[in-house]
């Protein structure tokens, strides 16, 4: 139970304005992120660390979270977890392959109407596989059977694991350019289908035309 409240809380202490988790098929979608980011806060006696990357598609919505929590103080803990969307099917878990090592199976914690949560205690061969790798695959299989990979970069991950906590100015700022980017992109995506949407029309008209 500690467990499922700290992890609800820290994905909630820090939200992107985007929005919420999408739907169960969001397969491999090219998505954009603000990027590793290490953000600490104090509860009572308790520190809590946490090192997190969200991935997040184009129309905002989160698709799957990755944070590394260091829990200091009262209680001590350290929990590598997972969230994708809901929708999963739970015997599988989550593939989580990291570089070159073999993938690991990591098991649902808790699912929420929002997410799915899966969690392995966090160990030094972990933190030190993330550092040595390029990039992490994490599979799950949604309540359809089909597989819904995605690939996130590791790229910044050890300055952010190793560095400072972020700011709250410097993450609002990250925060504000990954929204103007996807703002940016969305009106692009708009663009694009209006423009086959007139280009349909017209090969319709054309077709009766003759």
């Not at 040595?132 to 952010?160: C, H, R, Y």
């Not at 703002?183 to 995506?189: Q, V």
């Amino acid at each position: 139970m500690q467990t499922r409240v700290f992890a609800l809380s820290m994905l909630g202490a820090i939200p992107l304005a985007a929005g919420a988790f999408v739907s169960a098929g969001f397969a491999q979608e090219t998505h954009k992120s603000s990027g590793w980011y290490k953000a600490c806060s104090d509860q009572g006696n308790t520190k809590i660390c946490n090192v997190q990357y969200q991935a997040v598609a184009s129309t905002g919505q989160v698709i799957t979270s990755v944070n590394l929590a260091e829990i200091t103080g009262e209680s001590e803990r350290k929990i590598f977890q997972v969230t994708v969307p809901t929708g999963r099917m739970v015997p599988p878990g989550l593939q989580v392959k990291i570089g070159e090592k073999e993938a690991r199976k990591v098991p649902y914690s808790f699912c929420t109407p929002r997410i799915c949560a899966a969690e392995l205690p966090l160990d030094d061969a972990i933190v030190a596989d993330l550092k040595a790798g390029t990039g992490i695959n994490i599979l799950s299989v949604n309540w359809q059977g089909k597989e819904n990979p995605i690939d996130i970069t590791l790229d910044g991950f050890s300055a952010a694991y190793d560095g400072a906590p972020i700011q709250r100015d410097e993450l609002a700022a990250r925060q504000k350019k990954l929204e103007e980017e996807l703002k940016e992109k969305s009106t692009d995506i708009l663009k694009k289908l209006q423009e086959a949407q007139e280009k349909a029309r017209s090969g319709e008209a054309t077709g009766t035309d003759n």
